[in-house]
Each structure stands twice: as structure tokens, then as C-alpha cells.
């Protein structure tokens, strides 16, 4: 099977710490030697040749730190913080696809939706506010919101690991534990971890980056301080608390889950230590066996190949865009009503399908839809869109009905059209 990375060359990357792209002195650097007309690779190269010269001193760990684009701190802020948002977005479909592979037995894994560091689903309530988060202060920057749907795999650089929407197993999970970690755990920082962290290490192998989303964050709140401080701006101080409670929630609370479903000792696995260990074939191994990264895309290598299957994954994919065109009208304009309405798709028709397509041997695609992240030009345009999209679930959803799941909620597409529809055009 191909795959394909996704490597544009302004994605976030790093440098080793010491005299790093991300110093201000190497922008300023940067900035002089570019006034001076020196072409932006020639300069870029001469601050790296200096980088390897600078000293780190002894008392100061080598850290991988992003490298910065911008000598403006502003424009490098919204760039991170988009580049935050699709990480984010990535982070929660992907364990909401390992949460809906989770067999019956195990559901003490799964969550039923409220957010919290203690089932799959709770984690990805808690990714997605953290999504909410960062939207919100690239609309108080005067950014757009960023839900640009995702092509799997996902490969962004400040990710030590290739995303995939793939089902729950000890291979993906020693990737969780592994990226949710504490700075310093997989570098011999860790006392009484020895035996976690060989086996974590041992399960990935040698394809890993040492860099985490923490790295990022970091990046994002120092760059926060930096624009709050600029005449005119917004005061960022309360972003910064929140940034900071972001990249705490990953590093401590994550972590400790992703690293007890690891050892199978979360309260789900009922003392069945050795469920990893069982062959994914066992009935009672905790998850289905689904493809990874599937579409409902005609011809495409990873298409699901049952039709009725496929069609289902389909309607999913209908209201999960739904949901993205409402949340963004939500962030971009504060529209409280449209929130609702998004988490009503997600709750509803979203869950009922995620759970029921493993049934049928097929996964929830979430597939990446052509009209972007921010497709209208205003909000009436955007409820425009929203009420064509739920009306193709509609119909839909009258040529499957034998195959719909006994829980799908039919009334919710209903629900959402008709409050689109009464609602004011300006």
C-alpha cells in the first residue's frame, strides 16, 4: 500500500537549541543580513554555520526548538498557531478512531463524551477544546479559524510520528505514551520508568522524532508574551494561562492514561494484564482488527469496499463536515446557536456511525473535503452551505435506511435545518 506524507516546506520544523532560528538575535540577524540584500537562503545559511559554533552551556539541556519564519513575532504567532490547529485536529480524530475500534468488553476505555483524562473520548473532547482554544485566539489576533479537513496519514513535523487513524493497539499506544510524556521521560529522566520506557521504545522502534507538541506550545507561549507586550495589542495574558493549561493537560494527565491503557492496568482491562499480549484475532483482544486510514472515496486505494459500509462512512463524513462549517462560524463570529448545532452532529449522528461501522469491519474515515477550512464568504454563505450538506444527508440517509444504525439520530439533521433556516439572512 503507498502512502504519501504531507511535507510542504512551511511546516514547522527545529533546530537544536543554542544559537536557533527561533532566537530573536538570529532573526535580528536575519533582518539586518536580508536589508543588506543577502538572499534568504544565503543568510539562513550563514546563521546556521554561526549555530554550530555556539557553546551550550553544560547546566542547560540540548532541546529541539522550533524554528522560526517571521521577524515579524506577530506573524510568526498566527503560522504556529495554525500549524496547532491541524496537529490538534489530527489528535482528535485520531483517538476518536481508536476509541470507536474498542470491542464492547473493554467500553470502560471508550467514554460516552464528557471530556476527561480517563477514556479515549474524553481525551478527544479535551483536543478538541484545546482546537477550540487556539481558533479563538487566532480570532483575537484577527486571523481566520483554521478546520482544514485532513488527508491520513498526517505528517507534520512538530509530530515525532506519521498520524494515522488506526485501531487501538500496543503498537499505537507506545506512540501515545511516547508523544504525551513529560520532557526528559525517554532521555533517562525518569527513575523507577526503566522497564516503561525500554518496552515504549522497543514497541515503536527506530522511526521517532525527538520532538513532541509540547515544543510547539512552548514556542506559542513565549511568542504570546512577546506580541502582548506590542502597542495595541490585545492583552494576552489570559491566553498565555490558557496555552500553558494546554500543554499541561497533554504532558501530565495524557500521559498517565495513554500509559495505563499501555500496561493494561486502566480499570477497563479488570486486572487482564496480558490482554496486549493476546493475538488480535483472540476474541477477547480489546479492539477490532479495522483498517487503517480507509475513505469513502470512490477509487482510491484505501476505499472501504463493502457498499453498504461505505455509504454510511459516507453519511458520516456529511455531518462531520457539517459540524467543521458550524464550528467555524462559531469561532470566527461567536456564534453561540452555531456551537450548539456542531456539537449536536457530533454527539449525535457522528458517534452513532464511529461506533457502528467497526461492526461492519470498516472505520469512520473522516475524510478531507475540497472547500477548505474557511469556504464562505460570510455567515449567511456559511448556513448556505451547512443547509445543502445536511440536506445531502437527508436524502441519503431515505436510499440507506436498512443499513443506518438502530441509534442513528434522524431527527438531528432535521433539527439543525430548520434553525438554520428560521434564523435572520443578515
Same mark, same amino acid.
Given at each position: 500500500m503507498t502512502t504519501h506524507s504531507r511535507n510542504p516546506r512551511g511546516m514547522v520544523r527545529f533546530?537544536?537549541?543554542?544559537?536557533?532560528?527561533?532566537?530573536? #538575535?538570529?532573526?535580528?540577524?536575519? *533582518?539586518?543580513?536580508?536589508? @543588506?540584500?543577502?538572499?534568504?537562503?544565503?543568510? /539562513?545559511?550563514?546563521? /546556521?554555520?554561526? /549555530? $554550530?559554533?555556539?557553546?551550550?552551556? $553544560?547546566?542547560?539541556?540540548?532541546?529541539?526548538?522550533?524554528? @522560526?519564519?517571521? !521577524?515579524?513575532?506577530?506573524?510568526?504567532?498566527?503560522?504556529?498557531? +495554525?500549524?496547532?490547529?491541524?496537529? !490538534?485536529?489530527?489528535?482528535?480524530?485520531?483517538?476518536?478512531? $481508536?476509541?470507536?475500534?474498542?470491542?464492547?468488553?473493554?467500553?470502560?476505555l471508550v467514554g460516552s463524551g464528557a471530556p476527561g483524562a480517563h477514556d479515549l473520548i474524553g481525551v478527544a473532547v479535551q483536543e478538541m477544546q484545546h482546537l477550540g482554544a487556539v481558533n479563538r485566539l487566532l480570532v483575537t489576533? &484577527?486571523?481566520?479559524?483554521?478546520?482544514? %479537513?485532513? !488527508?491520513?496519514?498526517?505528517?507534520?513535523?512538530?509530530?515525532?510520528?506519521?498520524?494515522?487513524?488506526?485501531p487501538l493497539t500496543r503498537a499505537s499506544l507506545a506512540k501515545y505514551v511516547y508523544t504525551e510524556a513529560p520532557a526528559g521521560f525517554f532521555e533517562g529522566k525518569a527513575p523507577g520508568e526503566t522497564a516503561l520506557v525500554s518496552e515504549v521504545l522497543r514497541t515503536i522502534g527506530a522511526k521517532r522524532r525527538p520532538n513532541h507538541v509540547g515544543s510547539l506550545y512552548s514556542a506559542i507561549i513565549d511568542l504570546a508574551r512577546e506580541v502582548g507586550r506590542e502597542p495595541g495589542a490585545p492583552d494576552l495574558q489570559p491566553w498565555v494561562k490558557k496555552l500553558e493549561a494546554i500543554k499541561d493537560e497533554g504532558e501530565v494527565d495524557h500521559f498517565r492514561f495513554f500509559r495505563s491503557v499501555f500496561?493494561?492496568? *486502566?480499570?477497563?482491562? #479488570? &486486572?487482564? &494484564?496480558?490482554?496486549?499480549?493476546?493475538?488480535?484475532?483472540?476474541p477477547a483482544y480489546p479492539s477490532y482488527a479495522l483498517? /487503517?486510514?480507509?475513505?469513502?472515496?470512490?477509487?482510491? !486505494?484505501?476505499?472501504?469496499?463493502?457498499?453498504?459500509?461505505r455509504s454510511l462512512a459516507w453519511l458520516g463524513n456529511l455531518h462531520y463536515w457539517t459540524a467543521l462549517l458550524l464550528l467555524e462560524q462559531y469561532?470566527?463570529?461567536?456564534?453561540?446557536?452555531? +456551537?450548539?448545532?456542531?456539537?449536536?452532529?457530533?454527539? #449525535?449522528?457522528?458517534?452513532?456511525? &464511529?461506533? @457502528?461501522?467497526?461492526?461492519?469491519?470498516?472505520?469512520?474515515?473522516?475524510?478531507?473535503?475540497?472547500?477548505?477550512?474557511? %469556504?464562505?464568504?460570510n455567515a449567511a454563505h456559511g448556513r448556505r452551505m451547512s443547509i445543502a450538506l445536511l440536506k445531502e444527508a437527508q436524502s441519503l440517509t431515505r436510499h440507506i435506511e436498512a443499513s443506518l444504525p438502530p441509534d442513528?439520530?434522524?431527527?438531528?439533521?432535521?433539527?439543525?435545518?430548520?434553525?438554520?433556516?428560521?434564523?435572520?439572512?443578515?
Open positions: 533546530a537544536d537549541e543554542g544559537l536557533g532560528a527561533s532566537d530573536p #538575535g538570529r532573526r535580528s540577524f536575519l *533582518h539586518r543580513m536580508l536589508a @543588506h540584500g543577502a538572499a534568504l537562503p544565503a543568510a /539562513s545559511a550563514l546563521a /546556521s554555520s554561526m /549555530s $554550530a559554533f555556539a557553546e551550550t552551556p $553544560a547546566s542547560v539541556e540540548p532541546r529541539a526548538r522550533v524554528v @522560526h519564519h517571521f !521577524e515579524s513575532p506577530y506573524l510568526e504567532l498566527v503560522r504556529l498557531l +495554525r500549524e496547532a490547529c491541524t496537529v !490538534e485536529h489530527a489528535l482528535l480524530l485520531q483517538y476518536l478512531y $481508536a476509541a470507536f475500534s474498542v470491542k464492547p468488553a473493554y467500553s470502560g489576533l &484577527g486571523a481566520s479559524p483554521n478546520l482544514v %479537513p485532513l !488527508e491520513f496519514p498526517f505528517e507534520p513535523d512538530i509530530y515525532p510520528f506519521e498520524l494515522n487513524l488506526e500496561l493494561a492496568q *486502566h480499570q477497563a482491562f #479488570g &486486572g487482564r &494484564g496480558d490482554a496486549w499480549e493476546l493475538a488480535p484475532s483472540d483498517p /487503517s486510514n480507509p475513505t469513502a472515496y470512490p477509487g482510491h !486505494e484505501n476505499q472501504i469496499q463493502d457498499t453498504a459500509a469561532y470566527r463570529f461567536d456564534d453561540q446557536a452555531a +456551537r450548539g448545532l456542531a456539537l449536536m452532529q457530533m454527539m #449525535g449522528p457522528i458517534m452513532s456511525i &464511529g461506533r @457502528h461501522l467497526p461492526k461492519l469491519g470498516a472505520g469512520m474515515p473522516f475524510d478531507a473535503a475540497s472547500f477548505g477550512a474557511s %469556504p464562505a464568504l442513528y439520530a434522524r431527527e438531528v439533521a432535521t433539527q439543525t435545518l430548520s434553525a438554520l433556516q428560521e434564523r435572520p439572512a443578515a
